[in-house]
């Protein structure tokens, strides 16, 4: 059995107090897409920066399967970290699907097609970094993924509140869920780094170095980011702020009783938190932006 096998074994235990807790938070109010959208004022003129980062989004829920497929091939049929995996799935699959049913109201025929398009791309083409196929790297990742998203979808409900309530509503509600999801992985992943500090210090930085939502494999995804960093949705200045609270949660500058491979990992960590800082400083590309599916180039209304 494998040290990563292990330590899942090990979370395994952990998982079920975990996960009832967040069960207790969400089955309160257990909502479901139909709900958000249905016989609501849906207000089909969005600004096209609004609509084009909600794609991006999308593609980013869109990419869930390719997140869960590691962890179960470490899995038996049977565990509480198995079911945590269909639950989660449960829960996302509804996010994808309320963002779809909006486009399907706001957009015109012929660009929902170009969307779903996109998402043959990028579902065809997979989301496949390079973890070594090592289920800690996949929990820091999506440590660090669910509170991005979070953050995504809450700045883009703040553009859109005075556009389309039931947009920015709809947003709020989905990053309200993202945000559990994040603290649900972050409970794994202090649990592991209790188990063993030094290997989820070495996945953590492997992470780290190559940090990538997901969509990066679509042909627009250059420019889908930029849209979202240069409207203050989220970019190098979001992502420098996430990854400093997550460090800073998880007291990975104060670990003590490190073997050799731990402490480098440590200090390269501490030291690549700077580089992300000084990055998130650099001025952003401006100009106009341009997506096929909105056939128009177009410019912001507004910076934020």
Request: charged share 25%; proline share 4%.
């Amino acid at each position: 059995m494998s040290l990563q096998t292990e330590l899942l074994v090990s979370l395994d235990k952990k998982v079920s107090e975990i996960v009832d807790r967040h069960e207790k938070i969400t089955n309160k109010r257990l909502w479901m897409p139909t709900e958000l959208i249905f016989g609501r004022e849906i207000n089909t003129s969005i600004p096209p920066e609004i609509t084009a980062m909600l794609v991006l989004n999308l593609l980013t829920e869109d990419g869930l399967p390719y997140f869960t497929s590691l962890l179960t091939e470490h899995l038996g049929e049977s565990s509480a970290l198995r079911d945590w995996t269909r639950r989660w799935t449960a829960e996302e699959d509804r996010h994808g699907t309320a963002i779809k049913r909006y486009l399907h109201v706001s957009l015109q025929p012929e660009q929902v097609i170009a969307v779903e398009r996109l998402q043959f791309q990028y579902l065809r083409a997979g989301f496949n970094p390079d973890w070594g196929r090592d289920p800690l790297k996949l929990i820091a990742y999506v440590v660090l993924q669910e509170y991005a998203t979070q953050v995504s979808h809450h700045r883009i409900a703040e553009r859109a509140k005075n556009h389309c309530k039931v947009l920015a509503q709809m947003l709020w509600q989905i990053g309200a869920e993202e945000r559990q999801h994040h603290q649900v992985y972050l409970a794994f992943f202090k649990h592991l780094l209790q188990c063993e500090p030094d290997a989820c210090l070495v996945a953590f930085l492997s992470v780290l170095k190559s940090f990538a939502m997901p969509g990066e494999e679509i042909s627009e995804f250059a420019e889908f980011s930029r849209l979202q960093a240069t409207a203050g949705v989220f970019g190098p200045r979001q992502f420098a702020r996430i990854v400093s609270a997550v460090c800073d949660t998880l007291g990975l500058a104060t670990l003590t009783d490190l073997n050799a491979s731990g402490r480098e990992a440590q200090e390269k960590i501490m030291k690549l938190v700077k580089v992300i800082e000084r990055a998130a400083q650099r001025p952003l590309h401006q100009g106009p932006f341009s997506f096929s599916f909105l056939q128009e180039p177009f410019s912001l209304n507004e910076q934020k």
